[in-house]
């Protein structure tokens, strides 16, 4: 239940009412709110309603992609200034309700395993712009690459940009039970082709452990080497993933699955413009 | 907190506290049209409201959030009782069943057509791919923003939703609208939940975290002393006497079992202690301050340790028997512990070995049978257990009014409650009345008394209005499931693939409590195996106790499972002999003329007979599907990772429970020469009160507009079963019409007196006008006389139906799959369901329960199962994480044909049309997997993970 709402005008403003335990950036809510219908929640204390606050305007400059925090993922599904993948990502939130309403700021923040935008930006090396409360009370503006921000995530996020340069070729996808499900597994993969052989691979995955993060191990199989048909990929990759058994399936099938969406995502990966 | 925003078009102040949901506060200003079907999950989209523009679910958004912005709900577009061009489209296209979801698909629509006025297949399932529908199976949604779409260019656009039939008839066979369906696509206050007054008690109950235990000690000392509690219930100031909630014709097949508190939890969600409370919050409050000590047992979770001897002892109550005797050999002594059970009649249960119920019969000799084949086959199928999920959760607001008991219900059988809640209370039934409202779907969930027991004891003993409902989570946990049933299949058969004998044994798991535990699993019998014709027929059927989740009616009740294994075996049966499925199947189907002597052992707890059959229209289907599907042509090639491959199967229902069950309508000629149908029917928003109304018209020589229609209150319809079986139509329906013929004939009769003319030169036409050979006088002439000093008396018709006569519908479905061989994903490429109904009264509406029960049964097939840790907790309580079908999962080419074949006894022809659809999925599915990549599925629902297994490609 949340007992306290505030709205700050500020971002100064929004940082200090973060700073006060018991406080919760709200935005599109539609992860922090589940439940809330019902008291089923819990004591979600004091909401600072930060949605109108952190940036939502999605653009491209050169080969500069930038996405506000506040964008929802309708918004980055629709975009043209995006690549295929991160599009892709995004349609496969949920559904259109929740896409309406859902965003990128969200979806970091509560940084599920299940995150449907994390694997591709973690693969497509994303940087975060930030913002943190200094010591004089003031919203100060930093930059992190995105993987290491969302070891700490500390202050609000503001801005994901990434680079779409010219050979560089990416993919994303998703296992899931329904087309509407929480991902069973999800993947993001970027690279650059070298005579063939495969160049500055990131590989992220969800599914395989409390977070979707990069999978150097994954990673390190195929870099420098060409690339395996699928059924290689597969069974190179497979050993590699980590799951637990729960009712989205077994232990072994998510392994299947993970490495199966990896190929896919391998095999198809396209030029990002 | 204040919020200032815009409301429909109008500025809106208002007051909030911080944690409201814009849900709460709208439903709180009396905006009923959002609906709450997940409780906060976002996950069923019924709460939509369009924000600025774009659909989002209300349920995840606080209400202060909205200040500054343009929130619309449906009743935007209802103003002045009119109805926008989509809400039109919905119900043109027979999109509004129970409409518990229409305002929202509404929006939806809505906001789709703003920003694309012409849209795509993909742009509506877009559209609507958060707003979740356990009814229409969504593909008349795509015809209904078609429709639309084309008026907002050419207003006058029409297109027919469905062939016509009948075309002796006005009505019958004709589309004509649902009656309920403007009302329900405007929002307006229909349900049990929009009726509530503002100053009811809210009761909320305490269930059991354990899946077997006995309750020790439940102090509510605390919660008692809380502020605004009304009244605490436990199992020990609870009435002390048990009964079944099955809602069965009384005395019912199943046994009076439980305990309104039971001594022993049975299952994760069993009641422990109920609360009634002056608001939500008190209510919860106290319901956390009780405390319980359990004694946990071992639990039984599975058919296997039920049966295993020396197994926990589900129910160690002292068994009795009202009429007859305990089975040779069974125990009836109890631990003295344990709650009592009683049984109407004899089941061959034994129920302190978990046996709820069992039943073998059969004709002529298996093993003669098995001898004389030359292949024979066993194999084992399994289905799991699924929950029927409708959109409503159980629901109930009782009170009392006038030293009565009045309970306002979302029920299937409102006469069965009735019964039922008497005996719990201990009041005669005249001291209480039901009133069923608008029910948010059913689907054999409500076929059960789950809330109206509690509900209804706590309204009478505190004189407080008392409104429960069930959330997501409880309605998953505690109502009612379909059974988990393993079922072996032994086939016999020549060479040439003539059957010799078939043997089904059936273990069914009906958990806590034995509601329905035979009947269920029997249906699975007599609605599978009278299909094949074949000498040497035997089943064993075996129900038992387990501590799982309750199991209960869920449509199809039982034939789902029972079709899935046959039909199922028959394909794999094909297979060894070498044949096409459709080959073998035709080598021994019935078909007009057929004697069935199977029914001789399936008497539903009466002696059964051999019935020959009219005329039967499973060729015609079979015929159809073939050339639909191109049958005898080359499979499609494969498509990179993906093999297609194809199924077919034959399938049947009944229509009602002849002998069993009886309906019962009044027709009553209003002044002005209108009527007044009062129908003991239960409409789910299946269209039946749609189908008393034409039979009325139609027989009366009036427009639907004419009548009007009560249907489902205790106390002012006559009697009726309910809502189950397959029975609306046939039943209720045939009542209906039995009431406008006497009626016509009393209005006949009336008018020859008036007129001075024989009957028999008299005739009733269009529209409500008698006339004869020297005169004619009106229904609304004769209406005025039966409310003069002078006159006739008031002319009222009554109607009652009850039949020997059994009334099969036919089916033939096809689909054609496609497998992907990595990941076992499958797609249905192509689902056409040829079905017969008989005569269609309402054939759009009719097309719309065959897409919805098939989007059901494709659910059971790929992708619903209710799951269970190792101590029997269930696992995905909500619609994140049990996974009904969404438009996403609609087939590509999904088609519903009808291949009417009329019944003699039927009300103009008819026969039933729903449970029927959900019978063909699962093993036309499964046959066409196997077609595709070579394995079996032998246990629903065929996830990806099983089809590997299948495959062996996963170990």
Redesign the interface.
């Known amino acids: 239940?949340?007992?306290?709402?505030l709205?700050p005008k500020t971002l100064d403003e929004a940082l200090a009412a973060l700073a006060v335990p018991g406080s919760v950036a709200?935005a599109?809510?539609?992860w922090l709110?589940?439940?809330?219908?019902?008291?089923?929640?819990g004591d979600?204390g004091r909401?600072v309603?930060i949605?109108e606050l952190v940036p939502s305007d999605i653009g491209r400059k050169g080969t500069t992609a930038r996405v506000g925090a506040g964008a929802t993922f309708?918004a980055l599904a629709d975009s043209p200034a995006l690549p295929a993948c991160l599009r892709k990502s995004a349609l496969s939130m949920?559904?259109?309700?929740?896409r309406?309403?859902a965003t990128l700021g969200g979806n970091l923040g509560a940084d599920k395993s299940c995150a449907s935008l994390v694997p591709i930006l973690l693969a497509l090396d994303a940087t975060l712009e930030y913002a943190v409360r200094g010591a004089d009370g003031k919203a100060a503006t930093k930059t992190a690459p995105l993987a290491a921000w969302l070891e700490r995530k500390d202050g609000l996020a503001l801005t994901v940009s990434f680079e779409a340069p010219a050979g560089l070729l990416a993919a994303s996808g998703r296992?899931s039970?329904?087309?509407?499900?929480?991902a069973t597994a999800t993947v993001g993969a970027a690279y650059r082709l070298e005579g063939g052989a495969v160049k500055d691979l990131r590989i992220a995955m969800g599914g395989f452990g409390p977070r979707a993060r990069r999978m150097p191990k994954l990673e390190a199989l195929f870099e420098g080497k060409a690339l395996p048909d699928?059924a290689g990929i597969?069974k190179l990759a497979e050993p590699l993933l980590d799951a637990i058994s729960?009712?989205?399936?077994?232990a072994?099938?998510k392994k299947?699955?993970g490495a199966?969406i990896l190929?896919d995502a391998l095999a198809g990966a396209e030029a990002l413009s | 907190?204040k919020v200032n925003f815009e409301l429909n078009g109008r500025a809106a102040s208002w007051n909030v506290e911080?944690?409201t949901?814009l849900?709460?506060a709208l439903r709180a200003k009396g905006i009923v049209s959002v609906r709450?079907g997940c409780?906060?999950?976002?996950?069923c989209?019924l709460?939509?409201v369009l924000?600025d523009g774009?659909?989002?679910?209300s349920?995840?958004?606080?209400a202060?959030?909205v200040?500054g912005k343009k929130v619309y709900t449906v009743d935007f577009y209802s103003k002045d009782r009119k109805l926008s061009g989509v809400q039109q489209a919905l119900i043109d296209a027979a999109c509004v069943q129970c409409g518990y979801c229409t305002p929202a698909v509404t929006l939806?629509l809505h906001e789709l057509l703003e920003r694309s006025p012409d849209p795509s297949g993909d742009e509506v399932r877009?559209?609507l791919?958060?707003?979740l529908c356990r009814c229409t199976g969504y593909e008349q949604f795509f015809n209904a923003a078609r429709i639309a779409a084309k008026r907002l260019k050419e207003p006058a656009y029409a297109e027919a939703a469905a062939p016509e039939f009948a075309p002796e008839l006005r009505h019958v066979g004709k589309d004509r609208g649902k009656v309920d369906a403007a009302a329900l696509a405007r929002g307006e206050r229909a349900f049990v939940e929009d009726k509530v007054p503002s100053d009811a008690c809210h009761l909320l109950i305490l269930q059991s975290p354990h899946a077997h235990a006995w309750v020790r000690k439940v102090d509510v000392s605390k919660a008692e002393k809380l502020p605004g509690v009304v009244a605490v219930v436990t199992k020990d100031n609870c009435p002390d006497q048990v009964y079944t909630t099955a809602g069965q014709g009384f005395p019912e097949p199943s046994p009076h079992d439980q305990r309104m508190f039971p001594r022993k939890v049975r299952h994760v969600g069993d009641r422990v202690a109920a609360v009634l409370a002056e608001s939500?919050e008190e209510a919860?409050a106290a319901l956390a301050a009780i405390e319980v000590e359990y004694e946990v047992l071992p639990p039984v979770l599975s058919i296997a340790e039920a049966r295993r001897p020396g197994a926990p002892v589900v129910h160690h109550g002292k068994v009795s028997y009202v009429v007859g005797d305990p089975p040779a050999g069974s125990s009836t002594e109890g631990d003295g512990r344990d709650d009592p059970i009683v049984y109407q009649f004899p089941l061959h249960a034994d129920p302190h070995r978990n046996l709820a119920a069992s039943v073998a019969d059969g004709i002529g000799d298996v093993d003669k049978g098995f001898a004389e084949a030359d292949v024979v086959i066993e194999r084992t199928y399994k289905g799991n257990r699924v929950q029927c999920t409708p959109m409503e959760p159980h629901v109930v607001l009782a009170k009392v009014e006038a030293d009565r008991l009045v309970l306002h219900a979302s029920t299937q059988v409102p006469w069965h409650v009735r019964r039922i809640v008497s005996r719990v209370v201990g009041l005669p039934e005249h001291k209480v009345r039901i009133i069923k409202e608008r029910v948010g779907g059913g689907f054999g969930a409500k076929q059960d008394i789950v809330v109206e027991d509690l509900a209804g004891y706590l309204a009478w003993k505190t004189g407080r209005t008392v409104f429960f409902r069930y959330?997501r989570?409880q309605e998953f946990a505690a109502s009612r499931t379909r059974h988990l049933m393993e079922i072996t299949v032994k086939l016999g058969a020549k060479k040439d693939g003539t059957l010799t004998a078939i043997l089904m044994k059936l273990d069914a798991d009906t958990g806590p409590y034995g509601q329905h535990c035979l009947t269920v699993p029997m249906n699975a019998i007599s609605k599978s195996l009278p299909l094949l014709l074949c000498d040497n027929a035997r089943f064993e059927v075996k129900s038992y106790y387990t501590n799982l989740a309750p199991a209960g009616a869920y449509q199809g009740y039982g034939a789902p499972k029972g079709s899935f294994a046959l039909q199922t075996a028959l394909a794999e049966l094909a297979a060894e002999l070498g044949m096409d499925q459709l080959e073998l199947i035709e080598k021994n189907r019935v078909r007009s003329g057929s004697r069935i002597e199977i029914l001789r052992s399936l008497g539903e707890g009466r002696p059964g007979a051999a019935v020959t059959l009219g005329e039967c229209g499973l060729g015609e289907m079979i015929a159809r599907g073939k050339k639909a599907f191109a049958w005898d042509a080359p499979r499609s090639a494969a498509d990179g990772d993906w093999r297609i491959g194809r199924g077919a199967v034959i399938i049947q229902q009944g229509s009602g429970l002849p002998g069993l069950d009886a309906a019962n309508a009044e027709l009553r000629l209003l002044q002005g020469g209108t009527l007044l149908m009062l129908s003991g029917g239960a409409d789910l928003g299946t269209g039946l009160d749609t189908v008393t109304t034409k039979a009325a018209a139609e027989i009366m020589g009036l427009d639907m507009e004419d009548v009007a229609v009560v249907s489902g209150d205790t106390d002012t319809t006559p009697f009726d079963k309910g809502a189950y079986a397959s029975s609306g139509t046939y039943f209720s329906g045939n009542a209906a019409v039995k009431a406008a013929e006497d009626l016509k004939r009393k209005c006949l009769e009336a008018a020859a007196v008036m007129l001075g003319e024989s009957v028999s030169d008299l005739v009733l036409v269009h529209r409500g006008v008698v006339k004869g050979k020297k005169g004619q006088v009106t229904l609304a002439e004769l209406a005025h006389q039966g409310v003069q000093g002078e006159g006739h008396h008031e002319l009222t018709g009554f109607g009652n139906f009850k039949t020997e006569h059994a009334a099969f519908p036919y089916g033939a479905h096809f689909v054609e799959a496609a497998v992907n061989v990595?990941?076992g994903e499958v797609k249905l490429r192509r689902y056409h369901a040829y079905q017969d109904c008989g005569t269609p009264i309402n054939p759009a509406l009719a097309l719309g329960q065959i897409y919805g029960g098939v989007m059901k049964a494709v659910g059971h097939s790929l992708?619903e199962e209710l799951?269970f840790d190792e101590k029997g907790k269930p696992?995905?309580l909500g619609f994140?994480?049990y996974?009904i079908?969404?438009i996403?999962?609609v087939p590509e080419d999904f088609h519903v044909e009808l291949v009417p074949v009329a019944d003699e006894v039927g009300p103009f022809g008819g026969k039933s049309v729903s449970e029927i659809s959900l019978n063909g999925s699962a093993p036309a599915i499964a046959i066409a997997i196997h077609d595709a990549v070579g394995a079996w599925c032998r246990e629903w629902p065929f996830?990806?993970?099983r089809i590997?297994r299948a495959m062996g490609?996963?170990?």
């Open positions: 239940m949340v007992n306290e709402y709205k709200l599109g809510g539609t709110l589940v439940g809330e219908e019902h008291g089923t929640k979600l909401a309603d949605g309708q949920a559904n259109r309700n929740t309406n309403r296992a039970r329904t087309a509407c499900d929480v699928k597969e729960d009712q989205r399936g077994s072994a099938y299947r699955r199966v190929a | 907190m911080p944690g949901t849900l709460d709450n409780d906060g999950e976002g996950s989209g709460c939509a924000l774009k659909q989002v679910n349920c995840q958004i606080l202060v959030q200040e939806a877009d559209a791919s958060g707003t939500l919860r959330d989570a990595r990941s992708y799951l696992l995905n994140l994480d996974k079908p969404s996403y999962e996830t990806p993970e590997l490609k996963l170990s």
